[in-house]
């Protein structure tokens, strides 16, 4: 049988998620599961445990093992692209040996960039879904936000060999059908609790401020490579965040020594 979660660490929610606060509407009909980081950690089976000590115990400087339990984390995700941006900011990320997850768009992004989905791939971050077309899928029916997702999936193991275990939904909106179809097609939803709303702003100042006056361990930190002054703060996010004390990952990085499961929604 699965693992069960404790009530205390999976609480059934409900409502839609906005992209400025993923303020929680309760409504008691469209319930889905949502767990924290450090809870998904302490939660996971006790084989994944142990696999995850033995490797942590062998690890030799410099072999990019993590282990989260013990580092003080924080995952750094990218929206919607690949753009033209990216390149650049997987020259910041090589430059600073830091790696993030990309959930990328299927339409005028994946389907225009395929070279920079490979090199994405090649360099070591991790390949996950933003919808082919960025619709909201609380919006549309189930088998159009199934065809919203697989072509997605479709897309990225066609280009790398590889299909994406993580989602994000456009504006963080999901419900108790998106989180079906997710578990369906074996995707994890991943939310976020730092946002420097680059979308309004091509301060690269205010981007890096915003994101380091939000961060906290076990945040998840949502920027987009799309937009122009995005980009040009990573360094300084960077810096500053190991000045800190924190260990920049990826987002199942973060949730090991668990395994993002279909239809979860991860949120800190």
Not at 30 to 52: E, N
Not at 74 to 90: H, I, K, M, W, Y
Request: aromatic residues 4%; contains cysteine.
């Amino acid at each position: 049988m699965p693992k069960q979660i404790s009530a205390a660490r999976r609480s059934s929610l409900a409502g839609l998620l906005t992209a400025a606060s993923l303020a929680l509407a309760l409504s008691g009909c469209a319930s889905y599961d949502v767990t924290a980081p450090a809870d998904a950690r302490a939660d996971a089976p006790a084989a994944a445990v142990k696999a995850k000590d033995a490797e942590t115990k062998e690890a030799k400087a410099g072999s990019g093992a993590v282990d989260c339990r013990k580092a003080k984390c924080v995952a750094l995700t990218f929206d919607a692209g690949p753009s033209e941006n990216t390149n650049r900011l997987l020259d910041i990320l090589k430059e600073n040996k830091a790696h993030a997850t990309f959930f990328m768009l299927g339409k005028n992004h994946i389907a225009e960039r395929p070279a920079e989905v490979k090199r994405i791939d090649a360099e070591g971050h991790e390949l996950a879904n933003h919808t082919w077309s960025h619709q909201i899928l609380t919006d549309i029916k189930p088998d159009e936000v199934k065809r919203e997702l697989s072509r997605v999936q479709d897309e990225v193991r066609r280009i790398t060999g590889k299909t994406p275990t993580l989602m994000r939904p456009p504006q963080g909106r999901t419900d108790r059908e998106v989180s079906r179809i997710s578990k369906e097609l074996g995707l994890a939803q991943v939310l976020w609790s730092v946002t420097a709303k680059d979308y309004q702003t091509t301060d690269s100042a205010l981007i890096t401020k915003r994101v380091l006056d939000q961060t906290e361990r076990d945040g998840i930190i949502l920027l987009h490579d799309i937009y122009k002054g995005t980009v040009p703060a990573v360094p300084g996010i960077l810096k500053e965040l190991r000045k800190r004390g924190y260990t920049v990952v990826t987002v199942s990085q973060l949730l090991s020594p668990a395994k993002p499961e279909p239809g979860m929604v991860y949120r800190p």
